[in-house]
């Protein structure tokens, strides 16, 4: 496996372009089975996981080529209907190519998702909204399973937002017969861009970016052609770092309005944000001050930036309070970062931190994939050498983060651990 050495205290400065969205590219590969013929996918990640669904699409018969950042997938030949095991359980979103396999040919057979090592995510609405739609779901010896299903139109409500069962429904419905109404939807700026493709496509949703979506099905869609929107996660990352190493740099190829909650929490914390219309710059305080944060979907605070936060407040002047109100037990980088010096006490899904002077550089392992981006910045203004262990987790969300942190001066070098 491979490592990060990182020796912390440098000040970052200059200018870093934000890879497109992964919780946006994801979907959209996925969707690509709802058609015959060849899609193409604009500004791709180049990620583990971005990969993994390649390779996911090719199980089932799809041709995927990657040109640089250009994704070409070609379904015309799709014939298999199960997406397996060994696969799937390396990254949740698989679970994604469910819906447009039951819309499109009536049959699939997926396996029970896996991914980040962090409690139970059951995906009780994707299957409860596919039942709601005729789809008659079976799980057999953890796989999903579907038999000449015909999909047809129903009233769902979310009991809680799902960005990912938003997303499955979207998708399956728009093949659907009849009419779809799905009441409590995400709106996240990846379930947005979804739905806008879709749309270009040939499908019939109305009240996009609102909390109901009406979808009425129609026969058949045209083939994707469309650019992955920008990572708002991992360009909110970069000013999380920014703002811990009391730097100033800007972010390039983002969308502001995406980040909004993000930085007004960094002024929150002291450091002067100025936005344009496709970039951030921020400038980061001597030190950061304590902050109140609660995470919530969207437009709240992301569950996803939780962590890179709580690495932020680890050095702050005064005591700050996190909340996780969508995954209650996504904590597991809190005995990791106390390796480096934070102090953080739990009180259920509240984490309070005690901002501390100084973090001293240590042997830490990554868990996931924010619980890696937060020791990563809490090792940029660490005294001395982190090495952070089981960066595949790193690699799944984050393309090539290391150069572009030495782009912007880090000292940080990636290294084959000895005896993996």
């Known amino acids: 496996m491979d490592a990060l050495i990182i020796r912390g205290g440098q000040r970052l400065s200059g200018r870093v372009e934000i890879s497109g969205a992964k919780n946006a590219a994801l979907p959209l590969m996925a969707a690509t089975l709802l058609t015959s013929g060849v899609h193409t996918l604009r500004n791709m990640p180049l990620l583990s996981d971005t990969r993994t669904m390649a390779r996911v699409l090719e199980t089932l018969g799809a041709k995927v080529a990657?040109?640089?950042?250009?994704?070409?997938?070609?379904?015309?030949?799709?014939?298999?209907?199960?997406?397996?095991?060994?696969?799937?359980?390396?990254?949740?979103?698989?679970?994604?190519?469910?819906?447009?396999?039951?819309?499109?040919?009536?049959?699939?057979?997926?396996?029970?998702?896996?991914?980040?090592?962090?409690?139970?995510?059951?995906?009780?609405?994707?299957?409860?909204?596919?039942?709601?739609?005729?789809?008659?779901?079976?799980?057999?010896?953890?796989?999903?399973v579907g038999h000449d299903v015909r999909l047809k139109g129903a009233d769902f409500h979310f009991s809680v937002v799902s960005v990912g069962a938003t997303?499955?429904?979207?998708?399956?419905?728009?093949?659907?017969?009849?009419?779809?109404?799905?009441?409590?939807?995400?709106i996240e700026p990846d379930i947005t861009a979804l739905a806008e493709v879709l749309v270009q496509c040939g499908a019939e949703i109305e009240g996009i970016g609102s909390r109901q979506l009406t979808i009425r099905g129609v026969k058949h869609l045209w083939p994707i052609e469309t650019s992955i929107i920008p990572d708002r996660v991992e360009g909110a990352t970069f000013l999380a770092a920014a703002a811990i190493t009391g730097s100033g740099l800007s972010i390039g190829n983002c969308e502001p309005a995406h980040l909004?909650?993000?930085?007004?929490?960094?002024?929150?914390?002291?450091?002067?944000?100025?936005?344009?219309?496709?970039?951030?710059?921020?400038?980061?305080?001597?030190?950061?001050?304590?902050?109140?944060?609660?995470?919530?979907?969207?437009?709240?605070?992301?569950?996803?930036?939780?962590?890179?936060i709580m690495a932020v407040c680890a050095v702050a002047d005064g005591t700050s309070t996190i909340t996780d109100n969508i995954y209650l037990d996504r904590f597991s980088h809190v005995p990791e970062l106390a390796r480096l010096g934070a102090d953080v006490r739990m009180q259920n899904?509240?984490?309070i931190v005690k901002g501390v002077e100084r973090l001293s550089g240590a042997p830490v392992m990554a868990t996931d994939i924010r619980a890696s981006a937060a020791l990563v910045i809490a090792a940029l203004v660490a005294e001395g050498e982190t090495k952070i262990s089981r960066i595949y987790h790193l690699d799944r969300g984050y393309e090539a983060i290391e150069q572009k942190l030495v782009g912007l001066g880090a000292d940080v070098k990636r290294i084959k651990e000895s005896g993996a």
């Open 260 to 308: 909004g909650v993000v930085l007004r929490v960094l002024e929150q914390a002291g450091c002067e944000v100025l936005a344009g219309e496709r970039e951030v710059t921020v400038r980061g305080p001597v030190r950061p001050a304590a902050i109140n944060v609660v995470t919530e979907p969207f437009p709240g605070f992301p569950t996803d930036m939780q962590a890179q």
């Open 349 to 351: 899904n509240v984490a």
């Open 167 to 186: 997303a499955q429904l979207m998708m399956a419905a728009v093949l659907a017969e009849g009419v779809t109404s799905l009441d409590n939807v995400a």
């Open 66 to 144: 990657f040109h640089g950042h250009t994704c070409v997938v070609d379904t015309t030949n799709v014939a298999s209907y199960e997406a397996p095991y060994d696969l799937v359980r390396t990254m949740r979103a698989s679970v994604y190519v469910l819906g447009p396999l039951l819309a499109r040919f009536g049959a699939a057979r997926v396996s029970l998702p896996g991914g980040c090592a962090w409690g139970p995510r059951p995906i009780n609405l994707h299957l409860d909204g596919l039942n709601a739609m005729n789809a008659n779901l079976e799980i057999d010896h953890g796989y999903v």
